[in-house]
């Protein structure tokens, strides 16, 4: 199947239990599909983590990988966040090799980019960088020529802009997993899926 | 315990171990059959097992556990339940799980574990199952203390036959079947933990599908398993009925809708019927309930039904667009989704589109072997369509993969839900002997054949002491022609005749059947199919007869993979004799 890549973002918000992680990578492990990055990390509720996860693939592809995440038991929800206006993070530390030198022009660009340095020592610096990716990917650029001893990424974490959210909408009291809903919020959710059909 | 004290106060908690807590929690679930090997990490289980009213099937290979308990599954709708230890006996479940997965069938498998505290240590016969099923399972479970096993088991039942039905493995570690704790049923109760939306279709989108039925001057109906996994055979009957609908089967549909009614076409696809797919490729409209557009269905995507737009209606979400594109998808309960969408469709005829499907058939009788006198050499067409006479089309066909699984679907016609039992999406070779005796178990009334190759048989044969062993009447029609037929028919389209690996030496298999005491046939001549047959059907209790049908018949017509599903090879007219072995 030829289909042109583009790079998707999945929210995808779980129960924090063992091998969680392990379903949602074998979802694309099993289609050959290579997760660029993937976070994890708790929410403001307890037993749930929310997951950022960032894939290089076709639109019918993110729209099966979504569907399927979403047939996960430990899975309370999925969005692809691709097409929605959101601001994206993560963090850099970028470890520099910098003598007398080159110290000073390194710290210039330090200021430039707004990023901080959070360790200095007499042959290297440790910068650390927040920001979108291709803020990082600016920095590393002309870091480059000075020499990059180490770096480290966390991958992106990822926001709806404005009041609407990705959470998901959670059961209330002693709701059966089986009781259906229907009406306008069961109907938006189908419109969600219209938008995105498979380009196959 | 005993039972009086077990029931008279069902739902105080009481302290019970892991193991005493499946049983319990499977009686109460309504469990009658659990199908098992047992071993080391399952013993506690086992144990328990003395103190129980579930009848357990002792299987000769875990494989057969997970077929028979998907055997019983297909035929009864109800969840199959396997027992296997750890290690060996969880890994050979693999198979009968990938298989149930593939083709929507609820079972549930239990297997013991090393103890928690040598878990990931290598232990002996520790094996990480819930690892290694984690894509071939709806979802599994490691369970590591008691007080998780009832509320593990209990989902894992509802989850198993829940929406589209599959497998659900728990894996119990031998501690937690050991430990004890309070077990309070109610308390186990399967709670929800996200608010499942149900894509329920919008009368909107429902107007938009019945409006495509409405304006449609050539629909065709595909029909697929998750009409029987719904119990919607009767409103696709009424849909059909009323707009005079043809409906094309796919090989799990078959049962679906009646072979016998008037606007069924047949079964569509790789060996479906020429005017099935001619009908499929020149159709307007496709209605597809329950199905998902396999490519053993639909050849080349590229050229598939180009003229027809698409109502896909199913209640799996991933399927949506995943090979065809859908005009109109509905996501629901397919019978819940007909039956909304019924009062929307207007009653119509479409006598113009019937008589090109009825053209479209030109020569296919002459070529159908059926309508072929007798010359001497006995064909498998021949062996299942006198079965399907004999049987008056009302015994449960259980069949394996392969040539013979094709001509079952060609030659018996099933008027009936659960009627035939087969593997489709897997494809699992050893399936039938071990799902029919499943099938036979849920279905203690029905005739259960099932019709086999000699590979397939092969695989499995050993569960003919299971049939023994537990007194199970189902007969076996051995569909034998020396190879390993269908591989054999690719190689000779496909590979220009070379027979690498396909040529099969087989046992006798009448002396085989009669070494297990079940009494045997051989069959070589057409004139004695029904007179086997019978012999076989009134025989009380397990029959077998060996069939030595035509060597290198091959299945016809064909869609070679990947092909145009129109670009079809059809039998040859005159039949080309080939001189058997014989």
Redesign the interface.
Known sequence: MSEREKTHTFVVYVENKPGVLNRIASLFRRRGYNIESLTVGHTERPNISRMTIVSSIGEGAAHRVEANIYKLVNVLSVEDVTHATTIARSLALIKVEASEATRHRLLEFVRVFRARVVDLAPRSLIIEITGAEDKIHALVDVLRPFGIVEMVRTGQVVMRRGAQDSVPKMPEGDDRQNERKTGPEASSAHAIEAEHPGSV | MNDKARFDAPDAPRKMTGAEIIWECLERLGVEYVFGYPGGAILPTYDALTKSRVHHVLVRHEQGATHMADGYARASGRVGVALATSGPGATNMVTGIATAMMDSSPIVCITGQVGSSVLGSDAFQEVDI??IT??IT??NY?VTRADEVGPSLREAF??AA?DRPGPVLVDVTKDAQLSTCEFDWDAAA?????????????AA?LNDAAALINESRRPVILAGHGIILSGAGEEVRRLAETADIPVALTLLGLGAFPASHALNLGMMGMHGEAWVNQAIQESDLLIALGMRFDDRVTGK?NTYAQKARKIHIEI???E??????ADV?L?GDLREVLQRLLPLVNPNRHSEWWSQIHLSKKDSAVRDIQNLPDNGHLYAAHVINDLWRETKGDAVIVTDVGQHQMWEAQYYHHEKPRSLITSGGLGTMGFALPAGIGAKFARPDAEVWVVVGDGGFQMTMAELATIVQEKINVKIAIINNGYLGMVRQWQEFFYEGRYAGTPLLSPDFVKLAEAYGIPGLMVTQRSQVIPSLNTARFHAGPALIDFRVEQEDSVYPMVPAGADLHAMIRRPTPLVERPTDE
């Open positions: 819930t690892g984690i894509p709806k979802h490691l509802e989850i829940a399967p709670r929800a933990h996200r608010q499942v939306p149900v894509f329920f279709p919008s989108e995507l799996d979400r991933a949506i667009n995943k090979n065809v594109k998808p996501i």
